[in-house]
Structure formats: structure tokens, C-alpha cells
């Protein structure tokens, strides 16, 4: 054989050799499944609360009855108590209501709510977990009508154009709000 035929040859198996190695190179290797499994989710409720017929006055006043007619400097309240129903390995929520609560045109109304759970006082936020699941919380509502005010940009509110109007207080929605458990 020849120099030349010598060095095809030997091209062509190198260039073999190369493009069979591309495709693959055998190394001893293993694998095994791992099963998936099922995880099942918490939930988080409120039971329907039960609360108070009437409104009565706070006691920062002489009359601390059921309100008949209020008037601008008044403070209101109403309990609510409710089950709290949470379940989750990590589950921590917190009990929010609205700061302000719609009542009609010129009246103006603060909501300020302090949370119990069984007897003893929440902080601030009010904080449930799962832990608490079953358990009765007192929602304590109370309702401030401050003297006439004027709003930065608003019509004044609670002055003589609210004499003998009814404060038609909407709903005032308790939520239990989910929160990050490391928070």
C-alpha cells in the first residue's frame, strides 16, 4: 500500500471514529422513579356570625342604651361573634375590616373593630392560625360619628345638613385574609 492510500485510510477511519463518538459516549449510569404522591390543601372560613339586635352607645356619654338618635360625636357598637374554621400546616390569617363605612349623603362614620378570641384580647392585627380552628371570636364594632368636618377636597360632613337624616349604616365585612406565614 501506498503513502496516499495509507493516509485515506487512515482519515476515513479517524473521521469514523469521530462522528460514532458524537452520537454517544457509554458511561455507566442509573436511574430510579420517585412516586409523586398526593398532598391535600387547608381551607379557611368564618362561620355566619351572630351579633347584637341594636346598636348602643359606647359609654363615653350620658345615654348608654340602644341608639334612637344620634348625633355628630357619638360613638356606637355592636358585638359579633363568629367561628373561625382554618386548617393548614403553616396557616396564619389575619382579621380585617373597613376603616370607614358608607351611611348617606353628609354623614360621615369611623370603624375601628377589636377582635377576642374565646375571652382574652387580640393584638393588633388581629392574627388566627391553625391552631385557632373551632374556636369563637368577638368581633367588638364600633362606630365614631366625629363632629362636622370638611375633607381635604369633600363637602363638609356631620353639620346642620345632617339634622334628622338617617345614617343608613351599610354592612360592615369581617375577612379572614391568608398572610405569608413567615411574615
Do not use: H
Not at 50 to 79: E, H, I, L, M, Q
Not at 85 to 93: E, H, Q, S, V
Not at 94 to 104: K, N, R
Amino acid at each position: 500500500m501506498n503513502k496516499t492510500t495509507k493516509g485515506a485510510f487512515a482519515a476515513s477511519a479517524a473521521a469514523v471514529l469521530l462522528l460514532g463518538g458524537a452520537g454517544s459516549l457509554a458511561y455507566w449510569s442509573d436511574g430510579e422513579t420517585i412516586k409523586g404522591g398526593d398532598v391535600t390543601a387547608g381551607n379557611l372560613s368564618l362561620d355566619t356570625p351572630s351579633c347584637d339586635a341594636d346598636w348602643t352607645y359606647a359609654g363615653s356619654v350620658a345615654n348608654t342604651g340602644t341608639v334612637v338618635r344620634f348625633v355628630p360625636g357619638d360613638v356606637v357598637t355592636k358585638n359579633c361573634t363568629f367561628v373561625v374554621r382554618g386548617a393548614g400546616d403553616n396557616l396564619k390569617a389575619t382579621l380585617t375590616a373597613p376603616q370607614t363605612v358608607a351611611t348617606g349623603a353628609n354623614v360621615k362614620a369611623d370603624v375601628t373593630v377589636a377582635y377576642k378570641l374565646g375571652a382574652a384580647d387580640m393584638t393588633s392585627p388581629a392574627v388566627v392560625t391553625a391552631a385557632d380552628n373551632g374556636k369563637t371570636v368577638t368581633a367588638k364594632i364600633t362606630v365614631t360619628f366625629p363632629f362636622g368636618t370638611a375633607e381635604t377636597g369633600s363637602p363638609a360632613v356631620n353639620i346642620n345638613t345632617m339634622q334628622g337624616s338617617t345614617a343608613a349604616l351599610d354592612d360592615i365585612a369581617v375577612s379572614l385574609v391568608q398572610i405569608d406565614p413567615n411574615a
